[in-house]
Structure formats: C-alpha cells, structure tokens
C-alpha cells in the first residue's frame, strides 16, 4: 500500500506534467497498464518511451487530479483532467479514472477508463 506521502508526490509529477519522469519514478520495473479493455502493455521502459512520443506531439498539456483521492490497501483511484495543445493547432480534453494496483510504494498495475470519443482532437 503507497503512504499518503507518495501518491502526493506521484500526483505533484503528473501535474507538473513530468509524466514520463512519474513513471520512471513510481512504476514497478514489471508494471502493466491497460486502455479501458484493451489488451494491457507491460514494462515501465514502454510505457516511458510511449509517453515521450505522446508529449513529443504536444506543444502543451494541462493535468490535474480531482479529488477526492480513494485509496484501499493497495489499490488506488484517481480522477484526471487532461488537456492537450497539439502541435497542429488541435485541442483534446479528457477526463479519466485511473485505477491502480501498489506494491509497497510502486504502481505495478494500472487501468484507465474513459469515453474513448475524447480523443479525437477538435480545433482549438
């Protein structure tokens, strides 16, 4: 189970919009992470390296949580609020739970659910 103390820190990185540093930060070497039903990915060099190229195509992103913070035992839910400003002048706003399973203080598991029509980018 994560003290209080880390998913503070793990929140203040993703909202500094250090997303990538995060996960190199806070994720099990073996961590999964899985799209609403997707298959999961797994491997925390992965999901570093897709978040780069993410944030590559971004000339800005905006996140935040929304608390409450729900936490028991090991398993953790966040609520998130994103937005980019793509490179190409579009726009996406989404907003996502995030439910994650801890060992100790690192993040081994993690699903996202969101309505997956927020990622189609629209005009700023």
Request: net charge negative; with cysteine.
């Amino acid at each position: 189970m994560p003290s209080q103390h880390t998913l503070e820190r793990f929140i203040a990185r993703v909202e500094e919009n250090a997303h990538a540093e995060a996960i190199e930060e806070f994720y099990t070497a073996s961590a999964s992470m899985r799209e609403n039903q997707a298959e999961p990915r797994v491997g925390r060099e992965l999901h570093v390296a897709n978040e780069r190229k993410v944030l590559a195509r971004a000339r800005s992103v905006h996140s935040q949580c929304v608390r409450p913070v729900f936490v028991e035992g090991d398993r953790v839910v966040i609520r998130w609020i994103f937005r980019f400003e793509w490179l190409d002048g579009t726009v996406t706003q989404m907003e996502e739970l995030a439910y994650q399973r801890w060992e100790g203080e690192r993040m081994a598991e993690e699903q996202f659910f969101y309505d997956p029509a927020q990622r189609v980018p629209r005009q700023a």
